[in-house]
T-cell receptor
Framework: LAKTTQPISMDSYEGQEVNITCSHN???????ITWYQQFPSQGPRFIIQ???TKVTNEVASLFIPADRKSSTLSLPRVSLSDTAVYYC????????????FGTGTRLQVFP | DTAVSQTPKYLVTQMGNDKSIKCEQN?????MYWYKQDSKKFLKIMFS???????INETVPNRFSPKSPDKAHLNLHINSLELGDSAVYFC???????????????FGEGSWLTVV
């Protein structure tokens, strides 16, 4: 069954680039890799999604190696408002209807 | 315009009571979900409906009963509430099913349920 593994927490300072890596060794062929951000007392919010190589939007970049067994979310020049929990999401094995959230990575940005 | 809205946002109730949480999405999506986030912040899927049909039913006690009157609504009814049911319940929706084909899930703001 597909499962994601992320660091439980990370600390950073304002202005730095933050890279959060997610392992998903059993990712299915048709699974996309999606990252969500959750602030306290709010629902998760979509950040970025990709299938392979590199995807970039106005918020982040997502790097996916050729074997797709991991992915790295890159947040350029973080600010205090980027303090949140970041979840990596892929489908569960062959049953891609069953989406599994990992434990998430709690990012704390300091001034 | 709120894409996925759920009510109530906060709910405090006594053990043994029956309560419902309502959810509506105005995105025209075919799939709706209920997720539960416990005190340790683990986010777990409970149910998923696609075009009003149940497609995912995780190992949730049968005291929890989802109902989808139409594609835009997915309500969650909980019977005989227990202390362990205290959590944040998130409704969500997506156009397709699963994580293939670039599907994106949109979450509501959550309903904070406290059972006393």
């Amino acid at each position: 069954l597909a499962k994601t593994t992320q660091p439980i927490s990370m600390d950073s300072y304002e202005g730095q680039e933050v890279n959060i890596t997610c392992s998903h060794n059993n990712i299915a062929t048709n699974d996309y890799i999606t990252w969500y951000q959750q602030f306290p007392s709010q629902g998760p919010r979509f950040i970025i999604q990709g299938y392979k190589t590199k995807v970039t939007n106005e918020v982040a970049s997502l790097f996916i190696p050729a074997d797709r067994k991991s992915s790295t979310l890159s947040l350029p020049r973080v600010s205090l408002s980027d303090t949140a929990v970041y979840y990596c999401l892929v489908g569960e094995g062959f049953n891609t209807d069953k989406l599994i959230f990992g434990t998430g990575t709690r990012l704390q940005v300091f001034p | 315009d709120t894409a996925v809205s759920q009510t109530p946002k906060y709910l405090v109730t006594q053990m043994g009571n029956d309560k419902s949480i309502k959810c509506e999405q105005n995105l025209g999506h075919d799939t709706m979900y209920w997720y539960k986030q416990d005190s340790k912040k683990f986010l777990k899927i409970m149910f998923s409906y696609n075009n009003k049909e149940l497609i995912i039913n995780e190992t949730v006690p049968n005291r929890f009963s989802p109902k989808s009157p139409d594609k835009a609504h997915l309500n969650l009814h909980i019977n005989s509430l227990e202390l362990g049911d205290s959590a944040v319940y998130f409704c969500a929706s997506s156009q397709g099913k699963g994580s293939g084909h670039g599907n994106t899930i949109y979450f509501g703001e959550g309903s904070w349920l406290t059972v006393v």
